[in-house]
């Protein structure tokens, strides 16, 4: 078992993670509530303030970055020739609040809708949501147990997502319309429970957050229970375990070949303090 290193500390919840453009880029979701960047050296930049907690993050063929904008359910975009972001796709009729996103190469969209304002209501199941590049909108499946951390596959065919509550990684097959397949179990952590109960929920040993995939086939996993991160594979095995400074959140693999492994890490019961920070191991398999 590896033990990462701090890279960047004093930040607030620190979501989103994605390596782009030769830099880590994350959201402040409760914190500063910006989207900021980190370089392999550690200096941040601040790229833009959203004022309804900033979530998952992704970029159309064209490099405007996509922001989702979790407590009003609205996909945001900010074109890369300017540091405003405007409406991409308002999603309020779907969603009750949303969560990380995955884009592919043609700039469509899925998005995660926990189905529940977490802290203020009784936990419902969510659903995963597609938007087109051109802003067409549909439920693409439903009833996740708090749809987390989502990636799509190298080959663009399959999505998988992290069930917080379901304690496991679902697979979906993605079709030419963008449209899902069935939902199929890729990793199981614990049983799924038979009722929504936050007190049983959170007292379980794994709750898969955020997730990045590598080359051999393998998903890293956050989890924000305990201060370590794992990846495993479809067999079951657990191919690797790092420890953090403190619970993980979300991880994305980058630096120039792919195999720097950023972590971000914080305190739930501090979510809108300053307990982040970006944690980093260098591993085997690179990122896809």
């Given at each position: 078992?590896?033990?990462?290193?701090?890279?960047?500390?004093?930040?607030?919840?620190?979501?989103?993670?994605?390596?782009?453009?030769?830099?880590?880029?994350?959201?402040?979701?409760?914190?500063?509530?910006?989207?900021?960047?980190?370089?392999?050296?550690?200096?941040?930049?601040?790229?833009?303030?959203?004022e309804n907690a900033p979530g998952?993050?992704?970029?159309n063929p064209e490099g405007d970055?996509?922001?989702?904008?979790?407590?009003?359910?609205?996909?945001?975009?900010?074109?890369?020739?300017?540091?405003?972001?405007?409406?991409?796709?308002?999603?309020?009729?779907?969603?009750?609040?949303?969560?990380?996103?995955?884009?592919?190469?043609?700039?469509?969209?899925?998005?995660?809708?926990?189905?529940?304002?977490?802290?203020e209501d009784e936990p419902e199941?969510?659903?995963?949501?597609?938007?087109?590049?051109?802003?067409?909108?549909?439920?693409?499946?439903?009833?996740?147990?708090?749809?987390?951390?989502?990636?799509?596959?190298?080959?663009?065919?399959?999505?998988?997502?992290?069930?917080?509550?379901?304690?496991?990684?679902?697979?979906?097959?993605?079709?030419?319309?963008?449209?899902?397949?069935?939902?199929?179990?890729?990793?199981?952590?614990?049983?799924?429970?038979?009722?929504?109960?936050?007190?049983?929920?959170?007292?379980?040993?794994?709750?898969?957050?955020?997730?990045?995939?590598?080359?051999?086939?393998?998903?890293?996993?956050?989890?924000?229970?305990?201060?370590?991160?794992?990846?495993?594979?479809?067999?079951?095995?657990?191919?690797?375990?790092?420890?953090?400074?403190?619970?993980?959140?979300?991880?994305?693999?980058?630096?120039?070949?792919?195999?720097?492994?950023?972590?971000?890490?914080?305190?739930?019961?501090?979510?809108?303090?300053?307990?982040?920070?970006?944690?980093?191991?260098?591993?085997?398999?690179?990122?896809?």
């Open positions: 078992m590896g033990e990462a290193t701090v890279l960047i500390e004093g930040i607030g919840w620190p979501e989103g993670l994605r390596w782009h453009q030769n830099m880590l880029w994350f959201s402040d979701t409760y914190g500063t509530r910006q989207v900021h960047t980190v370089d392999p050296q550690g200096s941040v930049s601040d790229i833009g303030y959203f998952g993050l992704g970029w970055l996509l922001v989702v904008s979790m407590e009003d359910t609205t996909l945001m975009k900010m074109l890369s020739s300017d540091s405003v972001a405007q409406v991409a796709c308002d999603l309020s009729a779907y969603a009750t609040c949303l969560n990380d996103m995955a884009v592919d190469a043609m700039g469509n969209a899925y998005i995660g809708d926990i189905g529940f304002n977490f802290g199941k969510g659903n995963i949501l597609f938007v087109s590049s051109d802003g067409d909108v549909r439920v693409a499946a439903e009833n996740l147990f708090l749809p987390n951390g989502i990636a799509i596959s190298s080959d663009g065919q399959k999505l998988i997502v992290a069930e917080s509550f379901g304690a496991r990684l679902s697979i979906f097959e993605i079709r030419e319309s963008g449209s899902l397949g069935e939902r199929e179990t890729f990793h199981v952590f614990d049983d799924v429970p038979p009722m929504m109960d936050m007190e049983i929920l959170m007292t379980r040993p794994v709750m898969p957050d955020g997730i990045c995939l590598n080359s051999d086939g393998g998903v890293w996993v956050a989890n924000p229970l305990q201060s370590s991160i794992i990846c495993v594979d479809e067999s079951g095995q657990v191919l690797e375990e790092i420890t953090t400074s403190q619970p993980s959140i979300a991880c994305a693999l980058g630096g120039l070949d792919r195999r720097t492994l950023y972590i971000s890490t914080g305190d739930m019961s501090q979510q809108a303090g300053r307990s982040g920070r970006i944690e980093t191991f260098i591993v085997g398999s690179p990122g896809i």
